[in-house]
């Protein structure tokens, strides 16, 4: 394997690959690498060390899991606290699968010192072989491994996966979901694009279309993050909350319509009545790329 080839794998890798190849993954214990010398497992349980925090855990892996043939996934979060707890049983709720991804904070109670306790990013897996002992079948050719994509497309993919294709978000209760994607409004967008760009997820896009433009939003690739309207000018984009993981199931909307004309000098399609966009009309009005603060001059 090259390193190249190495370096292009996200975490977790090699224990995906080991749920694809192991027939009997009945229950899988996640456990932070510090807990290793003093976590309790039930019987038959196979408990496996994260490198660091259960909180840094990719948030599609344990779901990944479980589409992948794993019975059940415990988080065993017995040393650990925090708000980020609560993400879990939201997204297992969201995906239905809370009956199989348990967030754990005691042992069982037949709980004992585990035999083995294995390291997520060296899983013991075999490399399946020809019947005349040739090479082994190559970790990108496993099927269904589903590593691949950004986090926030695999959470989403993975979510949807168990949630069924009929599957339909649960009403958030009235105070609101502690994470995920913004419930996103806006009025007077002026097709700048810097909301577009600021997004590291690409869930705004601006459409334009003659003398129309829309500012289109998915919220299953929202992250929350809040840049977009951090970098919006004219402030048109705000939030009114937070949409949760529900919004992993939810479908593009258009946030507004508005009408366009093109500038007289980049033709670029922006909102408003003068001759050139709002980058053209600053241009125009410094032409050698600087303006003196508000209040200077000439003392009188």
């Known amino acids: 394997m090259s390193a190249s080839t190495e370096q292009k794998r996200s975490p977790g890798h ?4 080991w749920a694809t190849r192991e027939e009997r993954a009945g229950t899988v214990r996640l456990i932070c690498a510090e807990a290793s010398e003093r976590v309790l497992a039930g019987r038959d349980e196979t408990v496996v060390a994260w490198r660091g925090c259960l909180d840094d855990l990719p948030r599609a892996l344990p779901f990944e899991l ?14 650990c606290g925090g708000p980020w707890r609560t993400e879990w049983s939201e997204l297992a709720l969201v995906a239905g699968v809370t009956d199989r991804l348990q967030v754990a904070g005691e042992p069982p109670a037949d709980a004992k010192r585990p035999k083995q306790v294995l390291d997520a990013d060296a899983m013991p897996v075999l490399r399946r072989r020809s019947i005349f002992g040739l090479g082994g079948v190559p970790d990108e050719q496993t099927p269904g491994l589903p590593d691949h994509g950004s986090p926030q497309q695999r959470l989403r993919t993975v ?7 009929h599957g339909q978000a649960p009403e958030p209760p009235a105070a609101g979901w502690s994470s995920g994607a913004l419930d996103l409004v806006s009025e007077g967008c002026t097709a700048c694009r810097v909301c577009v760009q600021s997004c590291p997820t690409d869930a705004l896009a601006l459409q334009t279309a003659g003398r129309r433009a829309g500012l289109g939003f998915d919220p299953s690739l929202c992250i929350g993050c809040g840049k977009c309207v951090v970098a919006c000018v004219p402030k048109a984009l705000n939030e009114r909350g937070r949409l949760g993981p529900p919004a992993l199931l939810g479908e593009p909307v258009l946030l507004e319509l508005f009408e366009v004309r093109a500038c007289s000098r980049c033709l670029t399609p922006f909102r408003g009545t003068g001759e050139h966009c709002p980058v053209c009309t600053y241009r125009v009005q410094n032409p050698f790329g600087s303006t003196m603060p508000p209040g200077w001059g000439p003392s009188t």
């Open 66 to 79: 479980l589409s992948l043939g794993v019975g059940r996934v415990v988080l065993d979060l017995t040393d």
């Open 159 to 165: 979510i949807r996966k168990l949630a069924g294709d």
């Open 14 to 17: 090699s224990l995906l690959l």
